[in-house]
């Protein structure tokens, strides 16, 4: 069955570190590109970042420059190093595929930034 597993989530001070990791599974994972989402009470899903097979980034205007992905192919995992986190940073953080309509989520790990 398709699978996607967020973990790395938790509490942390504002200019704080997180890494979110996730493990997905072949099928979901041999798409192009993969990435983040996250969701905050009250607000849409929104895309944070994405990264393709070949490992090039784009990135949410919102967490340019503090946000890093990667991707680890042979272990079907994508991974989100968070930095200089702020409390608007704060939500529940998902990983799917980037660019096709996903039909599976996960459960997403809860990050919250407090001030």
């Known amino acids: 069955q398709v699978q996607l597993v967020e973990s790395g989530g938790g509490l942390v001070q504002a200019g704080g570190s997180l890494r979110l990791s996730c493990a997905a599974s072949?099928?979901?994972?041999?798409?192009?590109?993969m990435g983040w989402y996250r969701q905050a009470p009250g607000t849409q899903r929104e895309w944070v970042a994405a990264i393709t097979r070949g490992g090039d980034t784009n990135y949410a205007d919102s967490v340019k420059g503090r946000f890093t992905i990667s991707r680890d192919n042979a272990k079907n995992t994508v991974a989100l190093q968070m930095n200089s986190l702020k409390p608007e940073d704060t939500a529940v953080y998902y990983c799917n595929v980037v660019g096709i309509l996903p039909d599976y989520w996960g459960q997403g790990t809860q990050v919250t930034v407090s001030s």
């Open positions: 072949g099928s979901i994972f041999s798409i192009l590109r």
